[in-house]
């Protein structure tokens, strides 16, 4: 497979507090940013297989959008030991959204951690960290990845049906109504990766996927409970993008 290596802008973390806390706080009415030392995430509500999420930050993305619209490409199987190989972290612990792991070594250190209680904007949580870094770093991309706790309130979230369509989805109405959405229920664990531009890799820019130990999860799009909702994360920037199977061929639907 084709792989194609790319070194983010890195940040340091007390530098990331400065700037998502002003991001933020045009969003929710409740802020605190802050480098704090990663919580045990074997611990519930994270029950992680490894306690951090530090050490030579990386994010993989690999193959892409096109290898499942219009039509599934069902020969694109990845093997994520082989990709951890391919991304010079063996063993790495990997987390993250289907189409974008973010490998760390696991281990304890320092992490930026974002408190942000009741939305007053339109942007969820992601998309809001996202765009902030973009409009304050410009053409320097930065690429961050972590987990984060949905503490309080309900949420929009898609899953795939158990069969792929079998006519063409040449739209983003058409992706919408093959999928099925539903809204869920706190707390959700939230495993998010973003980059804040895209150095021209075709990249999906954010995706995040969710679970819970009440039975719920899938791909999270923003909270529907404004007034209640909390998020507690924990997030680390990249050192490196690693583009692996990039599609020849794109479009810009599917993507949300």
């Known amino acids: 497979m084709a792989c194609a290596q790319y070194s983010f802008h890195v940040p340091s973390l007390e530098e990331l507090v400065g700037v998502l806390q002003k991001g933020l706080k045009d969003n929710f009415a409740d802020v605190q940013v802050s480098v704090v030392d990663c919580p045990d995430l074997t611990k519930e509500p994270f029950t992680f297989p490894v306690k951090g999420i ?70 969820n949580f992601v998309t809001c960290m996202r765009q902030t870094l973009e409009k304050h770093y410009g053409d320097k991309p930065v690429g961050m990845g972590g987990t984060f706790v949905i503490q309080k309130g309900k949420v929009k979230t898609h899953i795939m049906p158990a069969e792929f369509p079998t006519c063409p989805l040449n739209s983003d109405e058409e992706v919408n109504n093959w999928l099925r959405f539903y809204e869920m229920k706190a707390p959700l ?68």
């Open 189 to 256: 664990v939230c495993l998010p990766v973003f980059v804040s531009r895209d150095p021209g890799f075709d990249l999906r820019l954010e995706h995040t996927h969710c679970f819970s130990h009440h039975g719920e999860g899938g791909h999270y799009h923003y909270d529907t409970t404004p007034d209640t909702v909390e998020y507690l994360g924990y997030f680390l920037p990249a050192e490196l993008l690693y583009r692996i199977d990039q599609p020849k061929e794109t479009h810009s639907f599917g993507r949300d």
């Open 54 to 123: 530090c050490g030579k930050a990386r994010i993989a993305e690999v193959g892409g959008v096109p290898y499942l619209l219009p039509l599934v490409d069902k020969k694109r199987v990845y093997d994520l030991n082989k990709i951890a190989k391919e991304i010079q972290l063996p063993g790495a612990f990997i987390l993250g959204a289907g189409a974008g792991p973010f490998q760390t070594l696991g281990f304890n250190s320092e992490v930026v951690e974002v408190k942000a209680r009741r939305r007053t904007g339109d942007l």
